[in-house]
């Protein structure tokens, strides 16, 4: 990769065309347009910390690569049969892994990464893709001392370590997350990022060594025929968060904005949707008790489908500190909802300020408010933002487009 293509990662095209020597396996460049270009089917695993979200993140890029003619492995910690069932539909089978993602015992960690390292050394792949922090650091990692030929890590996000914060743990956490970073990356063919800031925070901390090719992408997309357009109805206005109950979301935030829009509007209900997370910033279920007794919010536990809560709201919101790119706001924005979110890492590619929704400072519960009440106060407002999010999400975040210049990106169309 040239040094002013690592200046400037602009377009997935560009950062490919850099790469030398062309592959083997390939008749032409990926994208030259000829006719004729034909690629070798290849053993691709993927590797993740989560297995639901090999489905619900990853099924329709899983799905891709199946139809392209690759034989498809993807991985996870824990046994999940309705995973495997759903991949087994996709035309790809499910492996469990030995993987904690929000521990920190080095020791589990450490065989975590051997037995991975002997499981790639079983299944000889041609290619791993790993995703989230822990499935890239010794998913990839495993890889590299398991010789296998293609590497490539995505960055879906940074998470607790690199959000902002004094706390010793959070710095400590960071300093050797970042070291660990730098060891499993450099055994990657290209690394994909999410968002600008994440690529810009991995140059800045040097975790990615000069000429390692950084490709940026949309998030992971979203399916606009399954999230369709819904129209608004903007009566009771109805503001909705789907997210981890975890404090770097800007729940507490979105519950004090409730709070205080609630004595100015009493009509308007402030919705919770998700699960509860064993990450260090998880809130704990007597918080959540406490907010949903005194009426500030409504909890709605946790749903396989979030489509027909989408529906039912006026607005989305997202008062993160930090994403790689929301999925729950692309999901939003699909079905055709205003958004407001944080002028954060990850958020702020999501929102045209003023036309699809609003950005506020993360952290801020009066701006969040603030922001809010311009929506609850002129309806007609959420109904043309709506609308311009549905333009956005199909424009930039159809999953069919993301997942092309995936594909694309490591050599497998």
Request: aromatic share 6%.
């Amino acid at each position: 990769m040239t040094a002013s293509l690592l200046d400037t990662v602009t377009t997935v095209p560009e950062a490919i065309a850099a790469r030398a020597p062309r592959r083997p396996d390939r008749a032409a460049e990926p994208g030259d347009g000829r006719p004729g270009v034909s690629i070798a089917p290849k053993k691709v695993v993927i590797i993740g910390g989560f297995a639901p979200a090999l489905i619900s993140f990853r099924g329709d890029l899983i799905a891709a690569m199946v139809a392209a003619g690759h034989e498809v492995i993807a991985c996870a910690p824990g046994d999940h049969p309705e995973v495997a069932k759903a991949l087994s539909a996709r035309g790809a089978r499910y492996l469990p892994v030995e993987l904690d993602r929000s521990g920190t015992n080095p020791l589990a960690d450490l065989s975590s990464l051997l037995r991975l390292r002997q499981l790639f050394r079983q299944l000889r792949p041609d290619l791993v893709l790993a995703y989230t922090a822990k499935a890239v650091i010794y998913g990839a990692g495993a890889a590299r001392l398991a010789g296998v030929p293609h590497i490539f890590a995505m960055i879906t996000g940074l998470g607790y370590a690199f959000i902002e914060g004094r706390e010793l743990k959070r710095r400590i956490l960071r300093q050797v997350t970042t070291r660990l970073y730098r060891a499993s990356l450099a055994g990657c063919e290209a690394i994909l990022f999410q968002n600008r800031d994440d690529l810009d925070e991995f140059r800045k901390a040097a975790i990615v060594a000069p000429g390692k090719p950084l490709i940026r992408v949309e998030g992971s997309g979203v399916d606009t025929e399954h999230y369709g357009f819904s129209p608004v109805t903007p009566e009771p206005p109805t503001f909705l968060l789907i997210a981890r109950l975890l404090r770097d979301k800007g729940i507490v935030e979105y519950v004090e904005a409730a709070r205080r829009l609630r004595a100015e509007h009493p009509n308007a209900r402030f919705r919770l949707l998700g699960p509860m997370d064993p990450n260090p910033a998880g809130l704990s279920a007597d918080v959540l008790e406490r907010w949903r007794a005194e009426g500030a919010i409504e909890y709605l536990g946790e749903a396989a489908d979030v489509r027909p809560h989408l529906r039912a709201c006026t607005v989305y919101v997202l008062p993160s500190y930090r994403e790689g790119m929301p999925r729950t706001v692309l999901e939003a924005m699909a079905v055709g909802r205003a958004i407001v979110t944080t002028d954060a890492p990850g958020c702020r590619e999501t929102v045209v300020e003023g036309e699809n929704g609003f950005l506020v400072p993360p952290r801020d519960a009066g701006a969040l408010a603030d922001a809010m009440r311009r929506l609850i106060v002129d309806p007609g407002l959420a109904i043309a933002m709506g609308e311009r999010s549905r333009a956005i999400a199909l424009q930039r975040f159809d999953v069919h487009r993301v997942n092309a210049v995936m594909l694309e990106a490591m050599g497998l169309r």
